[in-house]
């Protein structure tokens, strides 16, 4: 474990995180765990975790022990009562998932970060669309996708999210279109785009409203 300041980094073999851990890292407000693919954390994460990092390691983490299962949650229509509980992260401000292996099913659990402002994900190779549960993203100014090489598709609904601000796609190489729902982004200024081989920029870029910086290279 690697201590400076506010922000803590979790490397290895590490299967158990819990309470006389924390208590020791009460004002931690950044927290990167890397290559911990097993690791459990116990009660919760302290209040304070505002930036995450999940690096090859277990996106479970992101619910409390003994939480019910999100999809079941779904299933059964009592999703603001049970999943709200389950997850261990409501303030959380910031999150960098790379080079995760996320079944399709898991990705439901990041519905309830609903404070959460900049969302990075790279190098998760099999995600092949963005998860559904990132629509409840109202408050996310910032998205990066880096290198995942199987996305092909950007959703419609991302034109929902009105507070993003920027957008930063690069090597996602079998990425074809960009949704004409993009046009309704009004807050977004910067968007870049580079190294996506397959991607042919729409004409209606030009209509949004508030794009300060257009950054692109390496298309064909």
Not at 47 to 73: I, K, R, T, W
Not at 89 to 107: E, G, T
Not at 152 to 176: A, F, H, N, V, Y
Request: net charge positive.
């Amino acid at each position: 474990m690697k201590q400076n300041n506010s922000s803590v980094s979790l490397e290895g073999k590490i299967n158990h995180l819990d309470s006389p851990c924390f208590s020791l890292l009460a004002r931690m407000s950044t927290l990167h765990i890397i290559k911990c693919s097993k690791m459990k954390v116990k009660p919760s994460f302290p209040s304070s975790l505002e930036s995450l990092v999940l690096a090859s390691s277990n996106m479970q983490l992101l619910l409390s022990p003994g939480s019910p299962d999100p999809l079941d949650a779904v299933a059964t229509g009592f999703c603001s009562a049970s999943t709200s509980n389950a997850l261990m992260l409501p303030f959380l401000k910031v999150l960098r998932l790379v080079r995760m292996m996320v079944p399709s099913s898991d990705w439901v659990m990041l519905q309830q970060l609903t404070a959460l402002r900049s969302l990075e994900i790279s190098s998760c190779n099999d995600l092949t669309r963005l998860p559904e549960s990132m629509q409840n993203f109202a408050s996310l100014q910032q998205l990066m996708i880096w290198n995942c090489a199987s996305l092909w598709i950007l959703p419609e609904w991302i034109g929902k999210l009105g507070s993003l601000q920027m957008i930063d796609i690069r090597r996602c190489t079998g990425l074809t279109s960009l949704p004409q729902s993009m046009v309704h982004l009004n807050s977004l200024q910067y968007l870049t785009i580079g190294y996506c081989d397959a991607l042919q920029l729409p004409e209606w870029l030009g209509k949004l409203q508030s794009l300060r910086s257009l950054d692109v290279w390496g298309l064909p």
